[in-house]
DNA sequence: GACTATGTGTCATAGACTGACAGAATGTCA
DNA sequence: TGACATTCTGTCAGTCTATGACACATAGTC
């Protein structure tokens, strides 16, 4: 029993309008200072509402619903990436070249609206450790990839560790770029500075 | 002008009394069903008090206080063992070795108190965030120590990376463990075989 | 003993979040 | 089209964390 498409439609668009709003508001008014009930009524909606469309008032930010698609989407390129690689390159260097293929895109897409919320976390200290977390789920899957590449297991500690300490190496990249203007052409230099670094410091 | 002695130790007591009824509250009811009136009423005191003493409910589970000392003692001596190891060990060999000596020491003070609350913290998902960050903050001290092995600036992003990077390994080595019974004997098996894993994958 | 600094309780309030209920809109089906 | 169920929404009440303001008591100083 296959339930209409109008609801549909309203519930999506609903969504969209509180999102846009949100992020208005938060962008200008910082997120602290910007309350449910501002965002409800800049949306015209209540706020018991905005509850009923977001778990929490930080969920505004990290957006799973586009990012579903997204957030699964960008993992499997990025293990599909990684397998591809050839078995003759170290895990390092493989990495290295995925992200310079891969990372890019992900700032690339949206309207800019992922940057936008990028800025507002980054500029908030107790959402850049859910940001970290969010960013940290993909652990799992790129233990699984090393798993492959060094012919183990992916619950093995080894490439759990592994996936963990490319992961926040990333994360730090990601957070100096940021820090640093966020210029899309500057993001491959980091990447290469800190690969450099990290390849004569594990040898 | 030196204020009296009799009101430290009051404000040491009531501090004291405030933790212990708290931690105790969350091992039994569990974090989110313990209420800050709850602590205060099993403390004697009022909810407002409480928050003079720690400026949030989570504060209690990481209590920079005797931890300060603690803080940076932990770091100190990380780095000082650090920089003392021989020049001919690469960069992971020596933190292993650092490892190995001083991680275990850090639960086996307090009276396992650091360990109770370490439970209480793995068991909610949004102080485990928390609890890495904390863990995270050492970060700075760690990119200085590699700085100086590597010889190269501390604010250069590659140290930095490298010091990130060890330390996620750390924390997912940690948390594999406390999820595996939290034997203390079993905390240098995994060092060495996460370890082992991430020197093969750099090659 | 007078004076000051500090700690505490009480009261009031803001803000995030939740449950319960009623009414309105949307969907299905005869 | 009209009866019926489903879903969405607002309102209201309430919990819990956290903060500011005020008054009172106690500890410290001279």
Known sequence: MPMGRLRDRQRVETRAVILEAALDLME??????????????????????????????ADVLF??????????????????????????????????????????ELFDHDDGFKLRQLRVVLAEPSLRLLAREGFHEHGPQLAA?????????????????????????????????????????????LIDEAFATMATGFR
Chains 1, 2 share one sequence.
Not at 31 to 53: K, L, Q, W
Not at 77 to 104: F, Q, W
Not at 172 to 177: A, C, F, G, S
């Open 145 to 189: 990839a090393f798993a492959q590449r060094l012919h183990t297991t992916p619950d093995d500690l080894g490439p759990r560790v592994l996936a963990a300490a490319f992961q926040e190496a990333i994360w730090v990249i990601l957070e100096r770029w940021s820090a640093s203007g966020g210029e899309l052409d500057r993001l491959p230099v």
């Open 28 to 57: 200008t008014k910082g997120y602290e200072h910007t309350t449910v009930e501002d965002i409800a009524a800049a949306s015209g909606v209540s706020s018991r509402t905005f509850f009923r469309y977001f778990e929490s008032k």
């Open 63 to 104: 957006d799973k619903h586009d990012s579903d698609a997204d957030h699964d989407d960008k993992s499997q390129a990025m293990t599909a990436a990684l397998a591809n690689r050839p078995a003759s390159e170290s895990t390092i260097e493989a990495l290295r070249a995925v992200l310079h293929d891969k990372l890019g």
